[in-house]
Each structure stands twice: as structure tokens, then as C-alpha cells.
């Protein structure tokens, strides 16, 4: 039985007066137009025959917005912590619902058009997002700055850090399954909880659509709680730090490589190129790359690790292949190896200078038996303290092992 098949099934089997669908709006001061998005959501929910609840999620407005929900008799939830992901996150806890929908508060959404969000979810799709930019973006609804370029920019990164299948990554109109969500376990308490969203779903590989929607002006007095650059910064540093890959891993691999490779022709002699010199200078630099490099990757190591055990990421198979093939001793070993070849070379620098009678040596010579054996000395103790840093992290698993 396909998941959508299991999805209308369940759907069929439940309680007439059950509640299926959730609506959430996060409020914070909305008193101009939250009641337009009541009235809304409630036309759509008469229109669509929908077992339905509207829950308010409250941030602490200060200018009656719950007394207005209370009167139009929707549920108000209040939410202490501050932020738009803490607000989204206390009503969709409350949520009864198996399918969320949340929307802002500020009419720039229109309710009525839930509907296809609500069919695609039922379809058993986990996460629907609405895209303005296929369904439409009214004028003076959108500033030029988000509209052509934080948006296209932030959602081209999320498609190359996290591959989200998605046009649209902030769309504030979305739906879900509670299921789906509570397995995402979001934590983000800003802006930046629309990104951890999708790219939460999409690193689980659940199952996204979008459908698209309008953007209309929103209809307050008052400036948005969004702010242009603090805001996107949010977003932007989200998502680098939930990529080790592209944070740590690939700036580490190139500087490494990079390293290696200029030290590696540098070793030899000096190098000339047209005019310019390169000599042991560069290549102390070289070596300082590798270092960086180097511990650029372990920090992708140890971050990747972590936020696996902590949830943040789904199980990686090639991270647990490693866990159960590479132990403590094999880093151990490993860095042992790279100490050793680094003594080795500070003995043949050390036999080289007795060779002069201790005394004045030239750089250009001697350099080139000192730096890579202070690398490689370093690199070897780099190496025996992370494996043990990374067994520490995966005692679990060693336990669960033995057990």
C-alpha cells in the first residue's frame, strides 16, 4: 500500500468530529488584521467540509490581538519565549490536528486558499510549501531586496548544501504532518525556523511538495517584525552551521590539498615564476595549510558526529561504517606513524647541522627538512587526540556493541 493510500485510510477511518486540520498563526501585535485571517481561515474551513481548529500562538501582544481571537472563538495559545520559531513552536505543540497548516498573521497570506495545500498532505506528502514566486507576488507585497535577491540566494544555497527541492524557502504559508514534524524535532526560536524546516525534511528525505500561492501586502500600519539583514544573516549562518560539510569539510580538503601540493614542489628547490620567487617562505605557509586544513576536517568530523547523536542530523552510514571499522587504536596508529616520521626528520635536520659543527646553517637548505617534520609532528599529535575525542563520542555505540 503506497503512503498515500495509507494516508487516506487513516484519514477515512477517523472520527467524524475529530479534528484533522490545525491552523496556526503566529501573533505578535496583529490586531489590524488578525481577525481578516480568522475569517478567512474559517470560510476556508466551511468551504473545504474541513474537521478543523484555529490556534492563535500568542508571543505577548500588547494590543488586544487575543482578546480579537477569543470573540471570533478560536483557541489562543501563550507562547513567553520570545521569537517567530518559539511562537510556531508552542501552537503547533497544541496542535490536535494529524495536518498543520501555519500562516502569518498579517493577511499578507490568504486562508482560503488552503485547500491544495490540505489535498497534497492527504496525498501523504509530509511537508507542502506554498511558492509566491509560481503563484504570484503582488505589487508592493515583496521588497526588491528579498524578492531578487535574498530569497533566490538563500533558497539556491539550501539546494546546494541540503539539496531542498524547493523554490521557495521562506514561504510563510506551509503545511505538514504533525508526525512528520514532531520527527524533525525543531529548535530554531527566530526567522531562521522556516529554513531548519525544510532542510530538516529534506535531509530526512521525507516527502516535499510545493503548490503555489499569493503574496499580498500585508495590512498593517506598522513595519514588519522581519529584518532584512539581521534576519538573512540568521538564515544564512543556519545553514552553514548545519553543514559541516560545506563549513568545515570542503574549505579543509582544499586548503589541505593545496598544502601538499605546494609543499610538495617546493621541497625540491626554490621556484621561479616570470619574475616572482617562491621559496621557503611559501613553503612554510604550505605547510601551515595543511595544518589548517587539517583540523578543518576534523572539526567536519566532530561536527557531523555530534549533531547525529544529538538528532540534528539523520543517521549517516558512512559515519557508523566508520565507527564500527575504525577504532581508537587504528588513530592511534595512524598518528603514531605521522610523530615518528616527524622525529625522524627532526633527527636528519639535527645530524645536518652537527655535519656543520652547530653552527650558522642556511634556511634555504635546512628549512626544508624542518618544516615538514614540525608538520608532520603535528599532524600525529592532531591525530591521536581526535581519536580519542571521536571514541569518547561514540562510546554509545562501542556499549551498545559489546552489549
Known amino acids: 500500500m503506497s503512503v498515500a493510500q495509507r494516508s487516506r485510510s487513516h484519514h477515512q477511518a477517523k472520527p467524524a468530529t475529530a479534528v484533522e486540520v490545525s491552523i496556526v498563526m503566529p501573533c505578535l501585535n496583529e490586531v489590524e488584521t488578525l481577525a481578516t485571517c480568522i475569517r478567512k481561515a474559517q470560510e476556508a474551513i466551511a468551504k473545504n467540509h474541513l474537521a478543523a481548529e484555529i490556534i492563535v500562538a500568542d508571543n505577548g501582544s500588547t494590543d488586544g490581538s487575543q482578546a480579537v481571537a477569543r470573540e471570533l472563538g478560536v483557541r489562543v495559545v501563550e507562547v513567553r519565549r520570545k521569537g517567530y520559531g518559539s511562537a510556531l513552536i508552542g501552537g ?13 498573521a498579517d493577511d499578507s497570506y490568504d486562508f482560503r486558499a488552503i485547500g491544495p495545500l490540505i489535498e497534497k498532505l492527504r496525498q501523504g506528502y509530509d511537508l507542502v510549501m506554498g511558492n509566491r514566486f509560481t503563484g504570484g507576488i503582488q505589487e508592493g507585497a515583496m521588497v526588491w531586496s528579498h524578492r531578487w535577491l535574498g530569497n533566490p540566494a538563500l533558497t539556491f544555497i539550501s539546494r546546494v548544501f541540503f539539496q531542498t527541492p524547493v523554490g521557495d524557502m521562506h514561504c510563510g504559508l506551509r503545511g505538514f504532518r504533525k508526525d512528520a514534524y514532531d520527527r524533525l524535532r525543531l529548535r530554531a526560536t527566530g526567522m531562521e525556523f522556516a529554513s531548519e524546516m525544510v532542510i530538516k525534511a529534506s535531509m530526512r528525505r521525507m516527502k516535499i511538495a510545493e503548490v503555489p500561492v499569493t503574496l499580498s501586502p500585508d495590512g498593517r500600519s506598522r513595519p514588519p517584525h522581519l529584518r532584512t539583514w ?64 587539517y583540523q578543518l576536517v576534523v572539526f567536519a568530523v566532530f561536527t557531523k558526529v555530534f549533531a547525529m547523536q544529538q538528532g540534528f542530523h539523520p543517521p549517516n552510514p558512512t559515519y557508523s561504517a566508520w565507527f564500527r571499522n575504525i577504532k581508537l587504536e587504528t588513530g592511534l596508529v595512524v598518528g603514531g606513524l605521522a610523530v615518528l616520521a616527524g622525529l625522524a626528520g627532526t633527527v636528519v635536520a639535527v645530524l645536518s647541522w652537527g655535519e656543520k659543527g652547530f653552527g650558522a646553517l642556511d634556511p634555504s637548505l635546512t628549512m626544508r627538512e624542518v618544516i615538514p617534520a614540525a608538520v608532520l609532528l603535528t599532524l600525529g599529535v592532531q591525530t591521536v587526540f581526535a581519536s580519542f575525542f571521536l571514541s569518547i563520542l561514540g562510546i554509545d555505540n562501542e556499549a551498545d556493541q559489546i552489549a
Open 230 to 293: 539581521r534576519d538573512g544573516w540568521r538564515h544564512l549562518r543556519f545553514m552553514l552551521l548545519f553543514s559541516p560539510r560545506w563549513l568545515f569539510l570542503y574549505p579543509g580538503v582544499t586548503l589541505f590539498a593545496l598544502g601538499l601540493l605546494v609543499g610538495g614542489i617546493l621541497e625540491t628547490g626554490p621556484k621561479r615564476v616570470g619574475s616572482i620567487s617562491f621559496d621557503i617562505h611559501t613553503l612554510l605557509l604550505a605547510g601551515f595549510a595543511c595544518l589548517i586544513g
Open 92 to 104: 503547533i505543540d497544541a496542535a490536535g490536528g494529524e495536518l498543520v497548516v501555519m500562516g502569518d
